[in-house]
């Protein structure tokens, strides 16, 4: 065979294989909904919760590319997953979206349907604030879905019983009036605590005796990341933009993917995520190691008082 005709067929797969990235990255990846297992071992997680599953998804960004038939695939996987706690971690509508009152609608009939047999949690994201009459109609959204939201404020998540582990919802720390010292007043050390808010770089701000992981948002993990850089990197997202952090070797930091897309309707190397917690008890004998920083860990097919 010829060098030019060898040449020719390298190029020829190399474009093939660059078409089908581009073709997967605007036609199928924002589309496709992923699910990632994460697992949390920990004395303080009781009997009771051992084996009971967390889902956490985020970013949702209605309207201007999620809509009502993408969103009901999203609800489909959601339920196929059997969580028995569903948790959001903000931003209901995308900011350049002027929702109506029927995408109200349409959005908290959707958001009903989410099977949740333990509780279904929702935090605000920064596009929820955007101003007051938004604030208050994501509120009526997320409440007619049946999701209780948890701005600066701590509940205690049960099973069958008073054992519990908490829940700390925050509000986001772009446009958000967070009070953190103010929410962690309740805490207990006893407890094994999950902070939810949509903004990662909050994380720096948080007691690291009085958090054990972190559930965020908010980057949409780049969204589309290329050698040089990604398509979406917005403030608060900063000194955390994607993955899995050690904070302070106090607490891990997990930053979602999140669901929806903004800007351009676009996902490369950051497929759009559900993610779910499985819980374990184990005793202090059995306590897994400390998980490094990971701070590109991005695997899609892995994993109060009141």
């Known amino acids: 065979m010829k060098i030019v005709t060898k040449i020719m067929i390298v190029a020829a797969m190399f474009l093939a294989v660059i078409g089908y990235l581009v073709f997967d990255a605007f036609m199928i990846a924002p589309a496709k909904f992923t699910t990632r297992y994460e697992s949390l071992y920990s004395q303080k997680i009781p009997v009771q919760l ?24 999203l609800v489909r996987v959601i339920n196929s997953s059997g969580a028995d706690f569903v948790v ?10 002027p929702f109506t009152n029927e995408d109200k ?10 099977e949740a047999p ?11 604030c955007a101003d007051e009459d938004t604030k208050n109609a994501v509120s009526d959204v997320l409440r007619d879905g049946d999701f209780e939201l948890l701005n600066n404020k701590v509940i205690r998540l049960r099973n069958k019983g008073s054992a519990s582990i908490i829940l700390v919802g925050l509000e ?12 962690y007043e309740s805490v207990s050390r006893d407890a094994y605590v999950i902070t939810v808010c949509h903004t990662p770089d909050t994380a720096d701000e948080l007691p690291g005796d009085l958090t054990d992981y972190m559930l965020a948002g908010h980057s949409h993990g780049g969204q589309a990341n290329y050698f040089f850089g990604s398509l979406y990197t917005p403030a608060m997202a900063v000194e955390y933009m994607r993955g899995k952090h050690r904070i302070g070797n106090a607490f891990t930091l997990d930053i979602s993917n999140g669901t929806g897309t903004t ?40 994993a109060p008082s009141e």
Not at 118 to 128: I, P, S
Not at 172 to 183: M, R
Request: no cysteine.
């Open 105 to 114: 609608a349409t959005v908290s009939s959707l958001l009903a349907q989410i």
């Open 263 to 302: 800007k351009k309707d676009v996902r490369f190397m950051a497929n759009a995520e559900i993610v779910i917690y499985d819980l374990y008890r184990i005793s202090p004998s059995e306590e897994k190691p400390e998980e490094e920083e990971t701070p590109e860990e991005n695997s899609a097919d892995s």
């Open 118 to 128: 333990l509780g279904k949690f929702a935090v605000n994201g920064d596009t929820d």
């Open 88 to 97: 959001f971690g903000g931003d209901l509508f995308d900011l350049q979206y």
């Open 50 to 73: 051992d084996g009971k599953k967390i889902l956490f998804f985020s970013d949702l960004d209605y309207g201007t590319f999620m809509d009502e038939t993408r969103m009901t695939s």
């Open 172 to 183: 986001n720390g772009l446009n958000g009036k967070q009070k953190i010292e103010d929410t």
